[in-house]
């Protein structure tokens, strides 16, 4: 099923991004999801392949623009005179001013501004340019049946400028001329936009770095006649098994694997970590991490549209685009906001009318509450957290799959974290071994462990594989990794061998106490032993979760005696030992029923209980099962940014909070305000542009907020 990622242009509110995602579930399109805050939006085609183009036409004719992946527009649009609020602004303002000048008539004396005639030549082309923007977005969201903040603005300006207009050729006297109502509603509520596009802007900007360093030149290698030529090529012209030459001080182009050379690598706008990392031959490079010092030849893995950063953006992009449990409410208010404040306007200027006895001071009072009245805070409220939440979470080495995991970090009560390579690096060092079978020569030993090891990617495995590699490893007939219990194969003698945990020697040893096991045809021929570091950060972050009052447990398949040892050592609470994979399972299961829980993993073994966790955090070596099963994924190798993904969880979604109360209670108590007469259409519509600026400023607080 092909997912669609495109930007579309020209979303002000939340009804925009409502009518967006109800037109593309309309057209059979599965997974939508739609970002008020970026722009952007991706779906599944759902088997309608030949459909994209129809689904343009379809959103440009609700009013909106769509850039393709690449940024392209993706259909030709007219030219336009202004391309985005900042200009309509500065143009408005130009004509404007004149207007608002008689407001001080008393002190500069220009009598002459009060000529209808005047007023109407300076409102004109402010509404012209008002009504081509606001009022083309408003009649498109009222034919879909989804009526936008638009609708309110083009009303309220319009309804100024024809009584204006009214006056002015009836020559009904001053007390009909409102024309400085109809510009100043328009100019502030561009220039209201024209902040908030701003706001939202810097909300992204951690994105928009990751971005940046997607495109970038490459120093490709070829070769012509057994000669070595090297030319500078984007590296979206990379190609898998391209080989690359990167210098000190170049970005790495793509995803790449080092051939020859070494060299101290900067990854820490991937990673979040500052410290520069030592790569060597057949190491991994990412890329749009930087070569701070040596040069290295490459060979080419991932195309920059698969690679690990391509698919942190595009991770990152979905989430934003994802709408936690919080947002539902705010949305169905959304959805019937316009149509309620039309209808208090309405209501506004009968009752005014029937009051007061006079339909100037009326319709005044009506026009205040159409433009005072803001659908824009309530749905930016929580896409501007999320998307600053997100971000700084990104910059710092933290993914999130998606926007329900913020949301869900508020209530975590218990952590669960695995044994090796979790609290420890397991990065494993041969400590001990010892034949116990006659007539299996120390060689032998090491050949069967090495051969069967080599196909696992648990990390006591591997060090056993690495340390005890085999020129002549055995050639297996068939070979399987048994969760919770090791490996098995089978040569085409038809004899068995096995390694693993004591699970598969219990039948033949009471001792216990060492790492792995080595069996052929069910007989115990030695066993090994392996030291593991516990990693350096581990200490410190339990001790900030006993600070949070967040109870910690140790869950492994390892030994218990191991086990208690680590948990005494780094202060965990309890612990939980001997446990295949289902148990595993099982007991996070219990555990979540008791309180919401998170789980930190990083094995296949790993994997079902990530995925039954209230969130399943992985670290970025993990196993590829484990870090697709997990919600939340450390990508600067270690656990020592798991506070910083709790406190990111709990303030975003304080932020996300903070915004609702404030856009309801602007709401609630602007639109009476103003339909009894305390505020101006003027003065409402700055207020009404600034309410959108508060919540953008307040969610852009994240970035510096102290959340730990």
Not at 51 to 74: F, M, N, P, R
Not at 420 to 436: P, R, S
């Amino acid at each position: 099923m092909k997912t669609v990622n495109w930007k579309v242009d020209g979303m002000t509110c939340s009804n925009c991004a409502l009518t967006i995602h109800k037109y593309l579930e309309k057209e059979g399109m599965k997974d939508v999801k739609v970002s008020l805050a970026s722009g952007d939006v991706s779906f599944d085609l759902n088997g309608h392949q030949g459909a994209s183009q129809q689904i343009v036409k379809g959103i440009e004719s609700l009013g909106y623009t769509v850039h393709d992946e690449a940024g392209e527009i993706t259909t030709p649009k007219r030219r336009r005179l202004f391309t985005n609020h900042k200009q309509r602004f500065l143009f408005c303002l130009l004509f404007t001013a004149p207007l608002m000048l008689h407001m001080v008539d008393k002190w500069w004396h220009l009598e002459w501004l009060m000529n209808p005639w005047i007023q109407l030549a300076l409102c004109t082309p402010v509404f012209i340019v008002g009504m081509d923007f606001f009022g083309r977005s408003a009649i498109k969201s009222i034919r879909n049946g989804m009526p936008n903040m638009n609708v309110l603005v083009a009303i309220g300006a319009t309804a100024a400028f024809v009584y204006s207009l009214i006056g002015t050729l009836f020559h009904l006297g001053a007390e009909y001329i409102f024309y400085e109502t109809a510009a100043s509603v328009i100019t502030l509520v561009f220039l209201g936009n024209y902040l908030e596009d701003a706001s939202i802007q810097s909300t992204q900007r951690a994105l928009n770095k990751l971005a940046r360093s997607q495109k970038v030149m490459a120093n490709m290698i070829a070769y012509t006649e057994g000669e070595e030529h090297v030319f500078p090529v984007e590296n979206t012209a990379l190609r898998s098994g391209d080989l690359v030459l990167i210098k000190n001080g170049e970005q790495v182009p793509a995803d790449c694997k080092i051939l020859a050379g070494d060299a101290t690598v900067n990854e820490s706008l991937l990673t979040g970590e500052s410290l520069p990392v030592h790569k060597k031959s057949k190491d991994t490079l990412i890329g749009g991490s930087l070569v701070v010092d040596g040069t290295v030849r490459a060979q080419v893995t991932a195309e920059a549209k698969d690679s690990v950063l391509a698919n942190i953006i595009n991770l990152v992009k979905r989430a934003q685009g994802e709408k936690p449990p919080v947002q539902q409410m705010a949305d169905k208010i959304s959805a019937i906001f316009v149509p309620v404040v039309l209808s208090i306007a309405a209501v506004t200027l009968i009752v005014n009318w029937i009051v007061l006895h006079d339909f100037t001071a009326s319709l005044m009072r009506s026009i205040a509450v159409l433009v005072i009245a803001c659908p824009c805070a309530m749905g930016l409220a929580t896409p501007a957290a999320i998307a600053v939440g997100l971000g700084r979470a990104a910059r710092n080495g933290i993914l999130f799959r998606n926007a329900k995991s913020l949301e869900l970090f508020k209530s975590i009560r218990q952590v669960v974290f695995d044994k090796t390579g979790t609290l420890t690096t397991g990065k494993f060092v041969l400590a001990d071994y010892k034949i116990m079978a006659e007539g299996i020569a120390v060689d032998e030993f090491k050949k069967i462990a090495s051969s069967l090891e080599k196909y696992s990617n648990h990390p006591i495995a591997q060090s056993i594989a690495a340390n005890w590699k085999h020129p002549q490893n055995i050639l297996w007939q068939s070979i399987e990794e048994i969760k919770g219990k090791g490996m098995k194969g089978t040569t085409k003698e038809g004899d068995v061998y096995q390694a693993g945990s004591y699970q598969v020697a219990m039948a033949h040893t009471r001792d216990d106490s060492h790492n792995v096991y080595i069996m052929k045809n069910e007989e115990l021929l030695g066993w090994i032993d392996v030291k593991d570091e516990i990693r350096p950060e581990a200490i410190q972050v339990v001790q900030y979760l006993r600070h949070q009052n967040i109870r910690t447990v140790l869950l492994s398949g390892d030994r218990l005696a191991k086990c208690q040892q680590l948990a005494t050592f780094v202060g965990i609470d309890e612990v939980i030992a001997e446990k295949s994979p289902e148990e595993k399972l099982t007991v996070v299961e219990d555990l979540t029923l008791q309180g919401s829980t998170a789980m930190v993993g990083d094995g296949i073994n790993d994997a079902p209980a990530l995925a039954k966790a209230t969130i399943g955090i992985s670290l970025s070596e993990a196993s590829q099962i484990a870090m697709q099963t997990a919600d939340v994924v450390l990508m600067n190798q270690g656990i020592k940014n798991l506070p910083l993904s709790l406190g990111l969880g709990r303030h975003t979604f304080m932020t996300i909070k903070q915004n609702l109360f404030w856009a309801f209670i602007y709401n609630i108590i602007a639109i009476p305000v103003a339909a009894v007469g305390l505020l101006t259409p003027t003065l409402g519509a700055l207020v009404m542009g600034l309410s959108d600026v508060v919540l953008a400023v307040n969610s852009v607080r994240l970035f510096v907020k102290k959340v730990t």
